[in-house]
Each structure stands twice: as structure tokens, then as C-alpha cells.
């Protein structure tokens, strides 16, 4: 339960097969991570186990590398983390109240965690939800309908299960970036966007995109606007640089004779390249293109059919710093009034306009919230397994070692 004022709001969830330390530790996680900026606050708790966590062993974790004074690794070190990185945000006071002792505040949220565990075992599945965040500030993507909803997808590339019970959602006007280490299954959720992989047909899997459950391939693919490293690997060489425009409208590799171009998307075609100032090399073909003029064509074959959604995957990758520059700069001018997708292990490619961070590793969800609670140095180093210090300047991160 969250007040302020004399506003209040309730939050309830559980899981079918979990740990009590988990509940309790997974309930302050997601009432911090609810909250839209920094707070002074009271937290009460009927959990010691939370409240000396929090208050007194973290501090020899961390200097320990999260290792107990036994030298074992401290349980629930993923719970910790996230906690340690939302507690930081704010400035906090740690209460301990005792359970089951007649504290009004405590008996209604022990009646939550109630419902939620009940419901997590009825439907056999992880549950959550506020009913309504008075924290919350307004925002274009806060009630929109998602446009990306997946829940309970079991994925496979070949003989390898890249997903097992995985949910993800990404609503209309959502900035968001997926980041984790090369495996984490960040270039297969693009391909299940983009309907190039399937999940497995199961009971309890359910996909829904730009709100059909069933729907064309075709016509998904003309509404999103893709940029990835597969398909500037796999875009044909001998293909003119107009042409490599023109093919975003059928979501083509190149153009073929069959299909047809209206003189308004012909000149639709030539007004992207002269925002992206390649109009001198319409006639080029692809193949002799750099690889900084052929991001650029690409990214423009994904906006010239103007589509809701753009999705990147690892947009800069081969670009010198001087190109990477110029092509993030020309990306933040079309991010306005869009969808944006953003998959990459580099942080530098992070807009500022990005405001959601996703932490992906082995096909499984670690961490989702503000781009500002999530990008930390102690958290990238958990997600990536190594050292890592953090650097901030205007709202772009850069990742140093150590």
C-alpha cells in the first residue's frame, strides 16, 4: 500500500512457486519502482529480513562482491541489486512493524499478499497490479494500448529454447532499450516481432500485436520499420540506393518488377533521402555504399512508409565515431511522435529520449523500469558479469571497465 497525502494506492501479486524472502523483498521493489521521481518517504515492513537487508548487511555485501561473511554468495543477490539501485533513488527511512499485531496499515497489505498468492496459484501463473498509481506522472504510452504484448512465449531457434515463460509488452508511444550480453535473446525478440520466429502453439501462451491476435505478416511488417544488423548483413549488394528506399513499402530485399510505386511514394522516397542527405547516391549501389551510407539508406527504407513503430537493432555497430554521431543524431529527429524499440549491448546508442531500460539475459526478464533507476554502475556490472563504471553526460552513457 502507497500514500501520499491523502491519496492512496494498493498493489497486489504473487507467484505460484516462490520463497517468502522473495515476496517480501519483490513487494518494496515494485511500490519503489512505481514511483515516477525521487521521494522522501517512510517505508514500514513486517520483514526484518527486508529491513536489516536494506538497512545494515548490504553494506558489507557490496564490500564483500556479495559474498555473506562466510564467504557464500548472498541469497537473492538479483532481489538485493534491484533494490539497492531503487533505494539509492530516494531518500528513505526503514521501519520494522510487527506482523499479525493489529497494525491497520499491515493488515491490509497482508490481506493483499493474500490475494495475490491466491491468484498466482489459481492461474498457475506470476500475477501483479496496481489498479491505479497516483505516483505516477502522465505520460503519452501510461494508457495506451500495447502495440508488442506477449505472455507466456516459448521460443525456439533450431534445437535451442531461447525463451521458456516469457512476457514482455511494449505499449504506443513507449521510447524503451533491451539491453544485455551477446546470447540474452535480444535479436530473437525482434523476430518474433517481426514474425520471422514463432513461439510454440501452448495453452497458455498468448501473443497479440498492434491489438489482433491474428493477423497478416505482411500487413505487421508494413507498420513497423526495422533497421538490424541481419538485414543490412543480408540486404542484396546490387541493389540501388533508390530502390533500397522504395523497398520499405512492401518490406522487400530490393525491388522487383511486380511491384508498383505511386508518383507520391516515389516522391515520399526522395524527401527521406534528402533529410538523410544521401539523394547524390540514390543511383549507388548498395554494395559500394560504406557502411555509414548503407545504415543511412536503411534507415530510410524504414521510415519512408511512415510507420508507427521503429525497431533497431544495434543501429551504429561498424560506424566510426564520427558517422555514429551524425546517425544517432539523425535517428532522435525521427523518434517524435513514434514507437521506438531500441536492442543493443552498446549504452552510447541509448537516446536521451529513451526513458524504459529492459535488462535481458538467457532468454529471461532481470530487470524493467526508469532508463534512471536501471543504469547504474552496480547494475551493469550484475547484468554483464564483469566491472563496469558508469559515465553520464546529457543524458547519453558511456561504460568504462573497472
Known amino acids: 500500500m502507497l500514500r501520499i497525502n491523502d491519496k492512496e494506492t494498493e498493489l497486489c501479486g504473487g507467484e505460484p512457486a516462490t520463497t517468502n524472502n522473495r515476496m517480501e523483498l519483490l513487494a518494496v521493489i515494485e511500490a519503489l519502482q512505481s514511483l515516477a521521481q525521487p521521494v522522501e518517504a517512510r517505508v514500514y515492513t513486517d520483514s526484518q529480513y527486508v529491513q536489516k537487508g536494506i538497512s545494515e548487511w548490504i553494506h558489507s555485501w557490496k564490500q564483500r562482491g556479495w559474498k555473506t561473511a562466510g564467504k557464500d554468495s548472498v541469497k537473492n543477490e538479483d532481489l538485493w541489486r534491484r533494490l539497492d539501485a531503487l533505494a539509492g533513488k530516494h531518500t528513505l527511512e526503514w521501519h520494522w512493524v510487527r506482523g499479525h499485531n493489529?497494525?491497520?496499515?499491515?493488515?491490509?497489505?497482508?490481506?493483499?499478499?493474500?490475494?495475490?498468492?491466491?491468484?498466482?496459484?489459481?492461474?498457475?501463473?506470476?500475477?501483479?497490479?496496481?489498479?491505479?498509481?497516483?505516483?505516477?506522472?502522465?505520460?503519452?504510452?501510461?494508457?495506451?494500448?500495447?502495440?508488442?504484448?506477449?505472455?507466456?512465449?516459448?521460443?525456439?531457434?533450431?534445437?535451442?529454447?531461447?525463451?521458456?515463460?516469457?512476457?514482455?509488452?511494449?505499449?504506443?508511444?513507449?521510447?524503451?532499450?533491451?539491453?544485455?550480453?551477446?546470447?540474452?535473446?535480444?535479436?530473437?525478440?525482434?523476430?518474433?516481432?517481426?514474425?520471422?520466429?514463432?513461439?510454440?502453439?501452448?495453452d497458455e501462451t498468448r501473443m497479440v500485436l498492434f491489438g489482433e491476435e491474428r493477423w497478416n505478416v505482411w500487413d505487421v511488417r508494413k507498420r513497423i520499420g526495422i533497421v538490424s544488423h541481419d538485414l543490412h548483413r543480408d540486404y542484396l549488394i546490387c541493389a540501388e540506393g533508390l530502390n533500397v528506399i522504395l523497398s520499405g513499402f512492401y518490406a522487400s530485399n530490393d525491388t522487383y518488377e511486380y511491384q508498383e510505386f505511386s508518383k507520391t511514394q516515389m516522391t515520399k522516397a526522395y524527401e527521406v533521402m534528402q533529410e538523410l542527405g544521401i539523394v547524390a547516391l540514390s543511383g549507388r549501389r548498395f554494395g559500394h555504399l560504406s557502411t555509414g551510407e548503407q545504415r543511412r539508406f536503411l534507415l530510410?527504407?524504414?521510415?519512408?512508409?511512415?510507420?508507427?513503430?521503429?525497431?533497431?537493432?544495434?543501429?551504429?555497430?561498424?560506424?566510426?565515431?564520427?558517422?555514429?554521431?551524425?546517425?544517432?543524431?539523425?535517428?532522435?529527429?525521427?523518434?517524435?511522435?513514434?514507437?521506438?524499440?531500441?536492442?543493443?549491448?552498446?549504452?552510447?546508442?541509448?537516446?536521451?529520449?529513451?526513458?524504459?531500460?529492459?535488462?535481458?539475459?538467457?532468454?529471461?526478464?532481470?530487470?524493467?523500469?526508469?532508463?534512471?533507476?536501471?543504469?547504474?554502475?552496480?547494475?551493469?556490472?550484475?547484468?554483464?558479469d564483469s566491472k563496469i563504471t558508469l559515465l553520464q553526460a546529457n543524458g547519453w552513457y558511456q561504460a568504462l571497465p573497472g
Open 102 to 202: 493489529g497494525h491497520p496499515e499491515n493488515e491490509r497489505a497482508d490481506a493483499l499478499a493474500r490475494a495475490g498468492l491466491e491468484q498466482a496459484r489459481r492461474t498457475g501463473r506470476s500475477v501483479d497490479g496496481p489498479v491505479h498509481d497516483p505516483f505516477k506522472g502522465s505520460s503519452n504510452s501510461a494508457d495506451s494500448p500495447p502495440i508488442l504484448d506477449i505472455e507466456h512465449a516459448t521460443v525456439y531457434r533450431g534445437d535451442t529454447c531461447v525463451f521458456s515463460d516469457f512476457s514482455f509488452a511494449l505499449r504506443a508511444g513507449e521510447h524503451a532499450a533491451i539491453l544485455g550480453p551477446n546470447g540474452a535473446g535480444k535479436s530473437t525478440l525482434l523476430k518474433l516481432l517481426s514474425s520471422e520466429v514463432h513461439a510454440m502453439p501452448k
Open 300 to 384: 530510410g527504407r524504414a521510415l519512408v512508409h511512415d510507420p508507427p513503430v521503429l525497431v533497431l537493432d544495434e543501429p551504429t555497430s561498424g560506424l566510426d565515431l564520427k558517422a555514429c554521431f551524425q546517425y544517432l543524431d539523425l535517428l532522435r529527429a525521427q523518434m517524435k511522435g513514434k514507437t521506438v524499440l531500441l536492442v543493443t549491448h552498446h549504452l552510447h546508442e541509448i537516446p536521451p529520449e529513451v526513458d524504459r531500460v529492459i535488462f535481458l539475459k538467457e532468454g529471461k526478464i532481470l530487470a524493467d523500469g526508469f532508463k534512471q533507476t536501471l543504469l547504474t554502475s552496480d547494475q551493469l556490472s550484475w547484468l554483464l
